[in-house]
């Protein structure tokens, strides 16, 4: 479940360059996720991040950031104390949960970015798909916590975890 909050992961970015160079910062962030097999909804924050978009050059662009796996929030304490012990995510040896891209490119009115998320020591790559609406970024992606080494449940498929990051930015 916990694995939602690397979605967080994504909580990719403090500061991107949105259009040839110029420079935007986001005023705020809010990540979700779902842990669909159990329909258990919540929250991560306490992101960082070294993140540069320039969508006239996506070549050169980096995500790069982490988020604090101590803020998971699922509105229980009960299952936030759990998800945050040794048996899942094990927040006091790993606090973060982090995300570094390796290629971003437009497709069609979508920015894509793919690179490595890290869960405990654990890294596989994820794609991130960005939509932009007004003064935001909307991504989504979806994984699989038991990847991860964060097995709810026993068949891969039962461990589904929907992320969603909404980044208010400055023009």
Excluded: H
Excluded at 92 to 98: A, V
């Amino acid at each position: 479940m916990r694995i939602f909050s690397l979605c967080l992961f994504l909580a990719i970015g403090l500061s991107f360059t949105i259009v040839n160079g110029q420079k935007t910062s986001i005023k705020s962030a809010q990540i979700s996720f779902e842990f669909v097999s159990k329909n258990v909804k919540g929250t991560i924050s306490g992101f960082e991040s070294e993140s540069s978009i320039d969508l006239g050059n996506l070549e050169s662009s980096i995500f790069k950031g982490s988020v604090s796996s101590e803020t998971l929030d699922t509105n229980s304490g009960l299952r936030n104390w759990s998800l945050k012990s040794g048996k899942y995510f094990d927040a006091d040896d790993y606090p973060k949960i982090s995300f570094e891209s390796n290629v971003a490119r437009l497709e069609g009115e979508k920015l894509v970015v793919k690179g490595n998320l890290t869960i405990k020591e654990t890294s596989k790559q994820v794609t991130i798909s960005f939509t932009r609406k007004e003064n935001q970024l909307i991504g989504t992606t979806s994984l699989y916590s038991i990847d991860y080494g964060i097995k709810i449940k026993k068949k891969r498929e039962d461990n589904l975890v929907k992320v969603k990051m909404v980044f208010d930015i400055n023009n």
